[in-house]
């Protein structure tokens, strides 16, 4: 191999290789997708559309666990629906669910799901797309993070086409597990799994859990108009703050990809985009 964008092997794989004298492994190049992995509610779910159960889950899921067990470091830590890595826009002041079982427990009481007899309260299916082992990887984790709170979750495997068609057609789903990236701003990135003029059809990658607020949409609707940088960015501050409060979505990590490439390759770009940038200034030296 000479050179592979896009996170070319398993996580679990990434020391081994980058041990080897002949490979060097390099994380810029991604900072315009600036991506991060989530979890979608189904929120045509009775059960997932009370806020009290969304709230259990994300205290549930110990995210620096995740973060270390199932990235191996490679990210930090998510907080809301717009990544860190667009520091103009990103605010840290959004309301926080941190690692609670006993919280979510006392949450799951108070929706009216008591446990049962065999110690589970309800069923929910687990659906992750497949871009790789991580996601089900990630799958696997959220699913023994429920079942400490007496979530009985399942596991569903698809390829891409039967989940697209699941997930964004059928909305034949509880969770999933899927990616958001921002590319560059959030009227591009995050706004199109928050506003409700993006429940749309048959489109990936888009409002999936039927997420509806006034106050979100909102805000984004004014956010178009804006003509002020400055007033536009507070607007998007407080979306984020909104739709951290709702929770139809739980930001689980800003994910870190990376190239693996033969140190013989010279020449290769770093820029924000660079993973899919020409080539024409690479070489292979002697």
């Given amino acids: 191999m000479q050179y592979g964008p896009q996170s070319p092997v398993d ?3 990434l020391v081994r290789i980058s041990k080897l004298p002949s490979i060097a492994v390099e994380t ?16 045509r779910n009775p059960v997932l559309a009370d806020g009290r159960v969304r709230h259990a889950i994300a205290h549930a899921v110990d995210l620096q ?12 830590v998510a907080t809301g629906p717009v990544s860190s890595a667009l520091a103009r826009y990103y605010t840290a002041d959004v309301p926080r669910y941190d690692f609670d079982p006993k919280v979510a427990e006392q949450l799951l009481d108070a929706a009216g799901y008591p446990r049962k007899a065999d110690g589970t309260r309800f069923p929910l299916q687990i659906d992750w797309v497949p871009f790789g082992e991580t996601n089900l990887r990630t799958a ?9 709170v007496g979530i009985d979750a399942q596991i569903r495997s698809q390829d891409l086409a039967r989940y697209f068609q699941r997930i964004y057609t059928d909305n034949d789903f509880d969770l999933t597990v899927t990616s958001l990236s921002m590319f560059g701003d959030p009227q591009i990135g ?20 039927g997420y509806s607020h006034p106050a979100t ?3 984004i609707r004014t956010a178009h108009s804006e003509t002020d940088p400055a007033k536009r960015v507070e607007l998007y501050r407080k979306l984020q ?8 979505l739980l930001p689980l990590a800003e994910t870190k990809p990376w190239t693996v490439y033969n140190r013989k390759v010279q020449g290769l770009e770093t820029t924000p985009n660079a993973w899919v940038e020409s080539l024409k200034g690479a070489w292979i030296s002697p």
């Fill in 190 to 209: 995050a706004e199109r799994l928050v506003w409700s003029e993006t429940i749309l059809k048959g489109v990936p990658f888009s409002n999936a859990s």
């Fill in 140 to 148: 696997e984790f959220l699913r023994q993070s429920l079942k400490r």
């Fill in 28 to 43: 810029r190049g991604y900072e315009y997708l600036s991506t991060i992995r989530i979890v979608e509610f189904n929120l």
């Fill in 241 to 248: 703050r909104q739709v951290q409060g709702d929770l139809p």
């Fill in 11 to 13: 996580v679990n794989d």
């Fill in 217 to 219: 949409d909102g805000l």
């Fill in 65 to 76: 666990r995740h973060l270390a067990v199932v990235l191996r470091g490679m990210g930090k």
